[in-house]
Structure formats: structure tokens, C-alpha cells
């Protein structure tokens, strides 16, 4: 096993990455990172939405859509909503139970005490800002 480990180190060894090979590396961080910010975006008008009352799932679509064409921000669609709503339940900044409204049995999402303290802080700790700064060639 030691002789095959030797042998693929020295031809590793030699092996360079071509510039072309470096920028779509570099691209594909930053696509990522970008995805993250957006992600983390989405994140906060939900816990915004939330904030004052629980409210079903189409509730939030609503708010959301109605706040979208008012600020000109993107549109969440359902299907990404609920996997949004479902992953923010997992990281305990909303809470969720069954409850009824207008006759239907809805599931109400709340703010919970972590989810206002990231909606306080708006960021993750400045780790975005430094990958930002990163891909677009500050660093």
C-alpha cells in the first residue's frame, strides 16, 4: 500500500492547474456563494414576515408576493417556500403547530426567540461580505 501511495504522489507531484482550470473553479465558488446569499435573503423576509403573527404557509406566500411587487424584490414560489419554511423549522428559528383558520386545519408558523435574534443581526457573521469580497477579486 505504501508503494501505491509513493507512486501517486510523485505523479501528483508535478501537476499544475491551468488558469482556465482556476477561474471555473473560482466561478463555481462564487455561484455558490451567491446561491448562499440568496438563500440567506429569502431567510430574512420570511422571519420579517412572521414577525408580528403566526401565519399558515399561504399566508406567508402571499405576504411575500404582495411585498415583492411593492419592493421589486424576487417573487418565492411555492416550491420553494415550504422547503424554506421546513429548514427554518430544523435550525429552530420558527416554530410550528396545527391550528384552524376560516374552518381549515392549517399549519401556523411563529417566530421563535433564535429566529429574532437572526433577524436582528441581519448576517452570519460577516462571512458573506468576505467571500463577496473574494469573488469579485478583493482578497
Known sequence: MGRIK???DQELSGMTFSNRMMEQVLEQTCRSTEESKREEE???RILDVVQK???????????LTE?????????VNEKELYPFLHRMTEQHL???RRGEKNGKERMFYEITTAGK????TGKDGGQQEAQRGLCHGEG
Open 117 to 120: 435574534a437572526k433577524r436582528a
Open 42 to 44: 429569502q431567510i430574512l
Open 94 to 96: 420558527l416554530s410550528c
Open 6 to 8: 509513493e507512486k501517486m
Open 67 to 75: 411585498e415583492a411587487g411593492q419592493m421589486g424584490a424576487e417573487v
Open 53 to 63: 403573527e403566526p401565519m399558515s404557509g399561504f399566508e406567508i406566500l402571499m405576504k
